[in-house]
């Protein structure tokens, strides 16, 4: 077959779209002919968000949460209770529990979870520099919400053990068992059964 | 609720995803995230070949496809035939036909097709220069390849009519009927009965 793009320009474009996880080279395709149609300031802000944001961007040095500052705004945030620490994976999971507005401790992102089959071992998270935070006091209750997989738990053994040393730090676990809304029949066997050896008392209300 | 995004500048490289056609909130947080974690030069030329696209493409201006040049490939190759003009709605058409490797003549991009609830009159696209084109001479037939919509027959319709002062030049549209590969129970009436209608002598070839 021939070169099929007609411009080489139009080529790269599409070629740099369909890097991105699950846009196939179709789609990329279609994203780059409708940038292409808007007007060249809407572009520019397109193409510079992105640059920007990978050059100018900022890790909290406290939480590692994405930052636009040295310390992030819930951290900085004086209402906030600094003795509690919630654990998460990443940047997405700090913005879906904020989302619950449950929380008011602080958070400590991870960046992964610990998985021998990609390669991620402890050294490449943030394990160390939470348990720096713990030694340094202040610090109560660390709350581990990691995902309920093989590598989640592989994580939250991990990080139970190093935190092993600081007795008066208590390590909690978000509750697991059957999703609000979820069909009993339908739920697998592995969390039905946790969710009764786990079940709580009913006081009447929920 | 208060701001959901923990920096600014995520905030808006996620905005400007999420202008894109089909990419949600939520695909695009995660496009962005994939982005921050490549390295610098990587987002740099995803970014630039985006911004570079947009500032240097052209427009071939015989046959108005995208083009690094004047002239576009198909046009500037001595070797097709220049008096065969295919009518297409828009570049992607152009590559579809291209990839058949069955013509071997030239190109006519509309750029869209007419369409009053969209606010697309015949102003709006490539039809003038089309005409244009045949006035010039040389051309000995026109195809129209738009889609069989309602509009793309609206357009074929007034494409046909702006051509009936040259009589020497062919009109010829693209056969419709069952696709290939098809179940003939799940076509529609319309298609069914319009093939059965436009059926053509079986010779033993297909």
Same sequence: chains 1, 2.
Avoid: W
């Amino acid at each position: 077959m021939s070169q099929p793009y007609p411009s080489v320009l139009l080529e790269k474009a599409v070629g740099e779209f369909s890097k991105l996880p699950g846009i196939g080279r179709k789609t990329a395709m279609r994203l780059v002919l409708h940038l292409l149609r808007q007007d060249t300031a809407m572009v520019d802000a397109f193409s510079s968000a992105i640059s920007t944001l990978k050059h100018e961007v900022k890790y909290c040095r406290v939480c590692h949460n994405i930052s636009d500052t040295e310390v992030c705004r819930i951290c900085a945030n004086p209402a906030r209770d600094t003795a509690t620490v919630c654990v998460v994976e990443n940047i997405r999971d700090v913005m879906a529990v904020e989302n619950t507005q449950q929380f008011r401790g602080l958070y400590h992102v991870l960046g992964g979870v610990i998985s021998p089959m990609d390669g991620i071992g402890p050294s490449d998270l943030q394990i160390d520099s939470l348990v720096e935070r713990v030694k340094g006091g202040g610090v109560k209750e660390v709350i581990l919400a990691l995902s309920p997989t093989m590598e989640g738990d592989t994580t939250n053994f991990y990080i139970f053990r190093k935190l092993a040393p600081y007795p008066d730090v208590k390590v909690t676990l978000i509750a697991r068992g059957i999703a609000m809304g979820d069909e009993l029949e339908y739920a697998d066997e592995v969390t039905l059964g946790r969710s009764i050896a786990n079940r709580i008392v009913f006081t009447g209300n929920l």
